[in-house]
């Protein structure tokens, strides 16, 4: 097992090295680690658009490989499968879990598969070693979500440090020394430095699809935005809530900026790596950008010092 949300639960399958995320689902009036289980009809959205986010590597105007690349999406139905529930209980040993033991679902319940390339350890877990790699993550971040804002509306919506994955890289397993990215036809070069970053899990997530919107309601959950004053992570999703004034099938992307502000600020307050004062003052620059801006997109168009050193 490598990690977990309230929704599922990520492993690393031995044969191929894939991500496999189980997700239980389609059990009304079940409850999954204290909340109601998504149906199939709000899974099929968070279906929908990783597939699309993953379909962006070959995109022509807009294109990026900063998502977490998805090769199959599956639903089945069963008991949870011995060797997860072993390697469940390694983990829960290991780090204690936060969720309840799968074992205690149902021999009927349905589950949501998706099997995806292993992106690496998370922003929280993940030690940087220079400012460098920490602002080139922020820079191919920033580069990804303009991407697809560009190409189908789209906002991440919960882009919190556990849903930034990265892995440390060389020119000969990067494929190159920078990561290119193309917005509205133009192509951008960002130095790896060390570091690729992909993200990932797009539960909360919204974008188009055949003009039509795919998006979860996030009024179904209101304790959502009832998180203390002063987190990061909490006034972020109320600042997302006071943009899209409740109505979450509305594109706003600066609800992406808002979540690249909230980087930087993990950056700032939470992550330790050695940095100088005009390096600090890169990131409360771009923090401010960030919050100013009206999307990733828009933000790309800002002279922030840390985005001009990278592109």
């Not at 780090?95 to 679902?105: H, V």
């Not at 922020?138 to 789209?154: D, G």
């Not at 990733?296 to 002279?303: E, G, I, S, V, Y």
Request: one cysteine or more; aromatic letters at 10%; charged letters at 25%.
């Amino acid at each position: 097992k490598l990690g977990e949300g309230t929704f599922g639960e990520a492993f690393r399958l031995a044969s191929s090295g894939q991500v496999l995320k189980v997700v239980p689902m389609g059990s009304a009036g079940v409850l999954i680690n204290g909340e109601p289980q998504k149906m199939a009809a709000e899974m099929h959205a968070e279906a929908a658009i990783t597939c699309a986010l993953s379909r962006l590597r070959e995109g022509v105007a807009n294109r990026t490989e900063g998502f977490i690349e998805t090769a199959r999406v599956a639903v089945c139905r069963g008991p949870y499968a011995s060797p997860l529930i072993k390697a469940w209980d390694v983990f829960d040993k290991e780090r204690t879990s936060e969720n309840e033991p799968p074992r205690d679902f149902a021999p009927e319940q349905q589950y949501l598969l998706f099997f995806s390339a292993n992106g690496g350890v998370d922003l929280e877990q993940f030690e940087f070693v220079s400012y460098a790699e920490a602002s080139s993550m922020l820079a191919q971040v920033t580069c990804t979500l303009a991407a697809a804002e560009r190409a189908c509306s789209f906002e991440h919506r919960d882009l919190h440090w556990g849903n930034v994955l990265l892995t440390r890289c060389d020119k000969a397993t990067a494929g190159g020394a920078a990561a290119e990215f193309v917005v509205d036809g133009e192509t951008i070069h960002v130095a790896y430095k060390g570091v690729r970053a992909a993200i990932i899990d797009f539960t909360l997530s919204r974008l188009d699809i055949d003009s039509e919107p795919a998006f979860l309601d996030l009024e179904t959950d209101p304790e959502l935005f009832n998180g203390p004053k002063g987190d990061a992570q909490a006034d972020t999703y109320r600042r997302m809530r006071k943009a899209v004034k409740k109505d979450w099938s509305r594109f706003e992307p600066r609800t992406n900026a808002y979540w690249l502000a909230y980087l930087a600020d993990i950056l700032l307050h939470k992550k330790s790596f050695p940095r100088s004062s005009a390096e600090t003052a890169a990131l409360r620059a771009f923090r401010k950008d960030a919050l100013a801006s009206a999307s990733a997109a828009n933000l790309l168009t800002k002279a922030s010092p840390l985005l001009t050193n990278q592109l």
